[in-house]
């Protein structure tokens, strides 16, 4: 029996009800297959936490998250906390003191989803977005001065390094080979920034050299939005810098229906550390509690995280069981549906239960 230590970080909003859901989804799946367990530890993290103590999570946090195979995330962000506190004082400090520096995006239109794309279905929207996840925008490097003054000043500072570009240049042009299309796209904006963006886009010429079985393109962000738009089918495998990235992956999501359904990980390539798998819709206030989150994203990021820990064929059995679902009409609001965050959850572990072992 194969065994995996989960550390799961449900936080704010809707995150307690999607990872709550996906949990039920992965004991039934690993009571399906029998090979392997899950052994979960559920963390009060958060901005509950922060409410009363002071601080989103302990002080010896990551090192508690360590010792962990990988980390399950719901999502922080709170009405009554700012933005930055909460995210700078939970998850970027995970992204970054695990170096998990390649943030993986997979988009793709679900059999039973619509795309808001006239005439787009499954098959003619099938991307990976690789988003830079340790640096580039989100480095942290700015600060203000002569705060209130009519002379503030504010930078925020784009940091990239050869070190940083080339490693995820690398990581995306090997998952770009190991995808069927076999395709990359290298996003920047190197026509208006000269320095850090021209690096990017040398630097991927470089690497593409090691990599002789993939095509490579280049688009600046810009004309990438109305490609995703006009041309979805041009597209395989993309990537761009954590803010490029950040942007590209919401419109990714809408197009193919929902952020409802798009999944990420947090990923350490080089597996010093754990990795972190999350749905990337945030914490959504406004449904929060009414039970009707709609939990694919989370069962996604779940699929992904089997299949970091090499649990490929739970993985796969996970996804075409919430296709199944999907196709059945079984979905949420935010996809036409009428379906509860319960009832979607019950409708994919009876379809896991349905299978045979070894599917
Ligand atoms: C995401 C989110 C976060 C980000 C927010 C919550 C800061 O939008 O994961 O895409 O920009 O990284
Ligand atoms: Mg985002």
Same mark, same amino acid.
């Given at each position: 029996m194969r065994r995996y230590k989960?550390?799961?970080?449900?936080?704010?909003?809707?995150?307690? +009800?999607?990872?709550?859901?996906?949990? +039920?989804?992965?004991?039934?799946?690993?009571?399906?297959?029998?090979?392997?367990?899950l052994d979960v530890e559920t963390l009060d993290w958060g901005s509950a936490r922060y409410r009363k103590l002071g601080a989103l999570m302990p002080e010896d946090g990551l090192a508690h998250l360590r010792g962990m195979d990988a980390i399950y995330f719901g999502a922080v962000g709170a009405p009554d906390v700012p933005d930055h506190i909460t995210l700078w004082g939970l998850r970027l400090p995970i992204c970054q003191g695990f170096d998990q520096y390649a943030n993986v995006r997979p988009t793709r239109i679900l059999p039973g989803v619509k795309s808001p794309l006239a005439g787009v279905g499954p098959g003619d929207l099938d991307w990976v977005i690789v988003r830079e996840n340790s640096e580039g925008e989100y480095a942290g490097n700015g600060g203000r001065t002569h705060r209130g003054l009519p002379e503030e000043v504010g930078t925020e500072v784009a940091i990239f390094t050869r070190v940083g570009v080339t490693r995820i240049m690398r990581f995306a042009f090997r998952l770009a080979a190991a995808r069927p299309r076999r395709h990359l796209t290298v996003v920047t904006k190197s026509n208006a920034q000269r320095f850090g963006m021209v690096m990017w886009d040398e630097i991927a010429a470089e690497i593409a050299a090691e990599f002789p079985t993939v095509t490579w393109d280049k688009e600046l962000v810009d004309a990438m939005t109305t490609r995703m738009v006009r041309r979805p089918a041009s597209i395989d495998t993309v990537v761009a810098t954590n803010l490029?990235?950040?942007?590209?992956?919401?419109?990714?999501?809408?197009?193919?229906?929902?952020?409802?359904?798009?999944?990420?990980?947090?990923?350490?390539?080089?597996?010093?550390?754990?990795?972190?798998? +999350?749905?990337?819709?945030?914490?959504?206030?406004?449904?929060?509690?009414?039970?009707?989150?709609?939990?694919?994203?989370?069962?996604?990021?779940?699929?992904?995280?089997?299949?970091?820990?090499?649990?490929?064929?739970?993985?796969?059995a996970l996804m075409t069981a919430v296709e199944q679902v999907c196709a059945a009409g079984i979905v949420t609001p935010d996809l036409g549906g009428k379906a509860t965050t319960k009832e979607v959850t019950r409708a994919v572990c009876a379809a896991i239960a349905g299978m045979n072992a070894a599917g």
């Open positions: 989960i550390a799961a970080i449900p936080a704010d909003g809707i995150g307690p +009800e999607v990872i709550h859901a996906g949990l +039920e989804v992965l004991a039934a799946l690993a009571a399906r297959h029998g090979d392997f367990a490029h990235a950040d942007i590209l992956s919401d419109l990714a999501a809408a197009l193919a229906g929902s952020l409802g359904i798009a999944p990420t990980g947090n990923i350490d390539p080089e597996r010093r550390f754990p990795s972190m798998f +999350e749905p990337i819709h945030g914490s959504a206030f406004d449904i929060t509690g009414k039970g009707i989150a709609n939990p694919v994203a989370s069962f996604w990021s779940a699929a992904m995280m089997l299949d970091h820990l090499g649990e490929n064929g739970a993985a796969q």
